[in-house]
């Protein structure tokens, strides 16, 4: 069942650098806003579908707000630090850069993720855990 008040976090789950960012949000999720799927998963593959997005290209984040909106690349990255509050509010100044040069940006490291971090195995608490989906 779709939460309408929670932020819905799509991200490449076999990626070792958007994996630690997913449990860095986790970890700094204070007011319990955000959820969590792999694009890889069936829930992943069915909102890419629905919107008609590429399912095979998983060089983005996705941040999904049901009933409202969904953002990619940038623009995801820095509402979920909008969110999160607290000094992450901070990343609200990149938005004074123009879309095209932060996505430009961004679409760097994602081209290089997989270098910049491995995937490891996180032990996640029984609460984390229901924050998952599929």
């Avoid at 820095?78 to 996505?103: C, H, Q, W």
């Amino acid at each position: 069942m779709i939460d309408q008040n929670k932020f819905y976090l799509f991200y490449d789950g076999d990626c070792g650098f958007c994996n630690f960012w997913v449990h860095w949000i986790l970890k700094n999720d204070f007011k319990d806003q955000f959820l969590f799927a792999s694009l890889q998963g069936k829930f992943g593959q069915e909102f890419l579908k629905q919107r008609g997005l590429e399912q095979k290209n998983l060089n983005t984040i996705y941040l999904w707000k049901p009933e409202k909106y969904y953002l990619n690349k940038s623009n995801a990255a820095i509402t979920i630090a909008e969110k999160l509050g607290g000094i992450y509010s901070l990343a609200s100044i990149f938005r004074i850069i123009p879309r095209f040069l932060r996505d430009w940006v961004y679409d760097c490291i994602a081209r290089n993720r997989h270098r910049l971090i491995k995937n490891s195995c996180a032990i996640l608490t029984p609460e984390q855990q229901k924050k998952f989906i599929d």
